[in-house]
């Protein structure tokens, strides 16, 4: 094996940066693809800007500076070397949402996210228009809301894209997306892995009168499939992600990803009868499909791998974020009473998360009566148009911090459930699912209770932490050997270079979990009704001086 420190001199390692809702993450990889070199990572929060989630285009550039000059001391520390040069470079984000650009390729409008609920009415009529299911946080939804607001901004859009797809673009220079992040974007037919022509047409009747001129195609993002070359880092984008200047132009760049091409990648799950669910700040399950689904559900989204094949998506807005935040009160109290571990040192933080995640174990199955919904955010699949997380129990609940973590964690996959459920009732049959995030660290607790929801076995890899900034690296490596004449597919790819001999841990659902799972879902989906009801009599602010 070729010294890592040779292959980052020579130029040769590939780069991944994700930015994920609340940390942007950098991974170099060399030419073993499997094996991680160096990472960074920076900090980062939504901001709710007039009722709309946000990120700032500044907070965009410092954080990945931030994460990159992470990645770079990560570099010096570990072989001695600075990284001059680079092999090839991919770039994944939050899937969604809308970043509108004038023709002069300024921004018309703050970022709105895939988190913003306030696209129903759009949503509602595309998806009649075209008899596939338009989620809310899909770009093509954000603009129609926006042409239905008679926002003034309209008539000025040039172009619009994903988050990817704006840094990919300032990076090289070039409006392309790949097809995974593109069918987040518009509906993809698989079979020419482009923008569905007979639906761009029959939207631009929809809105003639109301945005006259409006030519859809001429506006979105050209479509690349996983593996083709998708432009070079310029001298521009290489100051942007190098401020030093220590970095040099010239290196290849692949597709630009959603954060769900990425984890099915992180995964090896991107054949059909394959899935993976991604755990973050949101949830989702992605299953490549088999054939088309017969009924249009709303509770699924129809995208595709990198690589175009079709795949049945449940996202869900709330993952973990709830979570962490009771954690975080734990913490608090750790710190705040003086707890020390056996060593003597303050408790940290993930030795509060893992001691929690360890005690949920010794829950009741059913979480002892109690539940928990994880919703910050509105969550179409529960119909909620709002966030109001909510801990509900009845007077004869089993109160003890095992049953309270247990429903926590639970919650995390309570909304997940419901729309699996849907997907089963389709018969649509896996012969793996697969699972990454940072919740599945702590190992042996998250990925039984996701196996007892699922009523599925669930693996995890070693590198299921890193997930979709190592996911977009071996996409960049991807496009690199295929520039240097490999011929093999991306699943045939993954399969020999990345996972040949990768070391899946497979957690079989206990059936006590999954009796247990379903009778906490059971009264999940009764007790939305509740949360629903604190929308209507809690207002946004409520408890804020």
């Known amino acids: 094996m070729t010294d890592p420190k040779d292959v980052i001199a020579d130029g040769r390692a590939s780069l991944g940066i994700e930015l994920g809702s609340t940390r942007i993450k950098a991974c170099l990889i060399g030419e073993d693809p499997s094996v991680v070199l160096a990472v960074g990572s920076h900090d980062w929060e939504n901001k709710l800007v007039d009722r709309l989630w946000t990120y700032s285009l500044e907070d965009v550039w410092t954080g990945i500076q931030a994460a990159y000059a992470d990645l770079t001391a990560d570099v010096e520390r570990r072989y001695g070397t600075r990284l001059e040069r680079l ?10 949402g809308y970043l509108a650009f004038d023709k002069a390729d300024d921004l018309l409008v703050p970022f709105r996210t895939w988190r913003n609920t306030n696209t129903g009415p759009a949503a509602a009529e595309l998806t009649d228009l075209f008899g596939v299911n338009i989620p809310l946080r899909w770009s093509i939804a954000h603009l129609h809301q926006a042409i239905l607001d008679s926002e003034p901004h309209v008539p000025q859009v040039g172009s619009f894209t994903t988050l990817a797809g704006y840094v990919h673009r300032e990076l090289t220079g ?8 593109a069918s987040g974007m518009f509906p993809i037919n698989s079979a020419t892995n482009d923008y569905d022509a007979e639906l761009l047409s029959r939207y631009d009747e929809l809105v003639a009168e109301r945005a006259p001129g409006l030519k859809l195609r001429g506006l979105l993002p050209e479509v690349l499939a996983a593996g083709q070359p998708a432009g070079d880092l310029t001298a521009e984008g290489a100051k942007l992600l190098d401020p030093t200047g220590t970095l040099q132009p010239g290196a290849l760049l692949c597709p630009p990803e959603g ?21 973050g700040t949101s949830i989702f399950a992605m299953v490549v499909l088999e054939r088309p689904l017969e009924r249009v559900h709303h509770e699924l989204d129809l995208v595709t791998t990198p690589a175009g094949d079709p795949v049945a998506m449940v996202h869900c807005n709330n993952g973990a974020s709830e979570l962490a935040a009771w954690v975080g009160l734990f913490s608090r109290f750790a710190a705040a009473s003086g707890a020390v571990s056996s060593s003597g040192a303050p408790v940290d933080s993930d030795t509060v998360f893992s001691t929690l995640f360890r005690e949920a174990l010794d829950g009741a199955p059913d979480a002892g009566g109690l539940l928990a919904y994880n919703h910050l955010a509105g969550e179409p699949i529960a119909e909620l148009t709002e966030g109001r997380p909510l801990f509900l129990r009845t007077p004869d609940s089993e109160f003890t911090l095992a049953n309270f973590m247990r429903a926590q ?4 996959f309570g909304t997940l459930a419901l729309g699996m459920r849907v997907l089963a009732e389709e018969g649509v049959e896996l012969d793996q699912m697969f699972a990454h995030g940072g919740m599945f660290r702590t190992a042996g607790v998250a990925q039984r209770f996701l196996a007892g929801a699922l009523a599925a ?5 070693a590198t299921a932490s890193e997930g979709g900034s190592w996911g977009i690296a071996v996409l960049a ?6 520039a240097s004449g490999n011929e093999l597919d991306l699943d045939g790819y993954l399969r020999k270079h990345v996972f040949g001999e990768a070391v899946f841990e497979t ?15 059971d009264r999940y989906s009764a007790g939305l009704a509740a949360q629903r009801t604190a929308v209507e009599v809690l207002p946004m602010g409520t408890g804020t001086a």
């Open 87 to 96: 092999g090839a470079i991919g770039v994944s984000a939050m899937m969604h």
């Open 174 to 181: 070039r409006k392309v997306l790949g097809v995974g992040d």
């Open 259 to 279: 954060d769900a091409g990425t984890g099915m990648v992180a995964t090896c799950s991107v054949a059909p009868r394959t899935g993976n669910v991604s755990a």
């Open 409 to 412: 964690l639970y919650g995390v």
């Open 457 to 461: 076995p669930v693996s995890v890899a």
């Open 477 to 482: 490596s991807y496009a690199s050997a295929n």
């Open 507 to 521: 957690t079989e659902p206990d059936a006590a979990d999954v009796a247990g799972f379903s009778s906490y879902l």
